[in-house]
Structure formats: C-alpha cells, structure tokens
T-cell receptor, first 114, second 113 residues
C-alpha cells in the first residue's frame, strides 16, 4: 500500500476563495482523521470518521470548515471562504481499529491563504 | 477535558548526549500512549506505543518510554542521541473506549555534531 495520500501538497489561495483538501486513506482502515498543525496551537484534531461516518467534529473551528467521506477510499476537507488565519499544514491520518492502534499520517497539505 | 502536556518546547543537545522528553496527560482513566516523530519536512511517524503490560516500552531507533501511572507520565528517552534524531517529537493519548488521538504541542530536538 502506498500509505495515506494527500493532495495537493501545497496550496496557495487568496482570501475568500474556496479550498478543498483531499485524502485517500490506507485500504481497509476504518478510521480517518483530519488534523491541523500550526506553530501556535500544535496538532489539533479537527474531525474524524469511522466507516465513513463523522463521529466527532468538535474540533472544526468554524462553519467555514466542512468535511466529507463519501466512500471508504476518499475524504475531503473544505474551507469556504478561506481566511489568512487558516494557513497551516493539514494532515490526514488513518487507522485500523477502535481504541486507536497506530495512526498512519499522510504527507500533509501546506495551505497558505494570502 | 483530556489534555497532553509537553513541557520541553525546544531541546538542544550534542551528539552522544542522553535525551529525556517529558509528557504528562490529564486524564485519570485507562489510556493508550504514543510517541510520534516528525522529521523536517515530513509527516508524523510512530516511534513507540503503550497499550498495556510492561510499562517500559522499546521503540524504533533506540528510543524507549516509561509509563508511570501514578505520575500520569510517559517520558521518552534515548541514551545517546545522533544528529539524525533532529526532529519534532509528539506525545499522544487516547482512551481505549474513545477514538480521539490527542497530541501534545511537540518538542523540537536539535542535535549538533
């Protein structure tokens, strides 16, 4: 397996534009997590899915953020409209079992909103 | 609320020095504990994990961690660091009957030759 795949690796966009980040988890993994990493706040859990169903989205900062998982092999994180303070590295991770065995992380998407 | 504290934000060592990075968590129940490493420009990778059993856990690349329940701690250690250990290290915690993996703020380690 190629691991968790995220796209794009880098995204630069203007304030107010819609941004969509994509993630392909490892095949067979039941859990998918979206994290945001910033210098100030470290790694924050935004939302996670189990079997494509959102379980906890309490970490999503605002209504401007939304996430979907239409099938077991694909998830998106959308920011609309984007703001400069959304600039961060966004990581997707997947894992096998409840109780959280090892989480495998993607390479991340570095988002810059200007 | 469950939280994870890493008190060392930035550690600078010379090669061959010993390393200990602190990690404390606030939750009092049964937990699963992890240390992840993030090399410059890369994604997070698992170093080691503790679910149950022997509280002294051996990981990759010579790292180990000790779970001390009474202190709510899971400190990471390495007897002799190398330049290639330069990275950011994250402690993380979950409870077995929840699925949320919560990370500490990370410790940046710089090792000089």
């Amino acid at each position: 397996d190629a691991g968790v795949i995220q796209s794009p690796r880098h995204e630069v966009t203007e304030m107010g534009q819609e941004v969509t980040l994509r993630c392909k988890p490892i095949s067979g993994h039941d859990y998918l997590f979206w994290y945001r990493q910033t210098m100030m706040r470290g790694l924050e859990l935004l939302i996670y899915f189990n079997n494509n169903v959102p379980i906890d989205d309490s970490g999503m900062p605002e209504d401007r953020f939304s996430a979907k998982m239409p099938n077991a092999s694909f998830s998106t994180l959308k920011i609309q409209p984007s703001e400069p303070r959304d600039s961060a590295v966004y990581f997707c991770a997947s894992s096998l079992y409840r109780g959280h065995t090892e989480a495998f992380f993607g390479q991340g998407t570095r988002l810059t909103v200007v | 609320a469950q939280s994870v504290s890493q008190h060392n934000h930035h550690v600078i060592l010379s090669e061959a020095a010993s390393l200990e990075l602190g990690c404390n968590y606030s939750y009092g129940g049964t937990v699963n504990l992890f240390w992840y490493v993030q090399y410059p420009g890369q994604h997070l990778q698992l170093l080691l994990k503790y679910f149950s059993g022997d509280p002294l856990v051996k990981g990759i690349k010579g790292f180990e961690a000790e779970f001390i329940k009474s202190k709510f701690s899971f400190n990471l250690r390495k007897p002799s660091v190398q330049w290639s250990d330069t990275a950011e290290y994250f402690c993380a915690v979950t409870r077995p009957n929840t699925d949320k993996l919560i990370f500490g703020t990370g410790t940046r380690l710089q090792v000089f030759p």
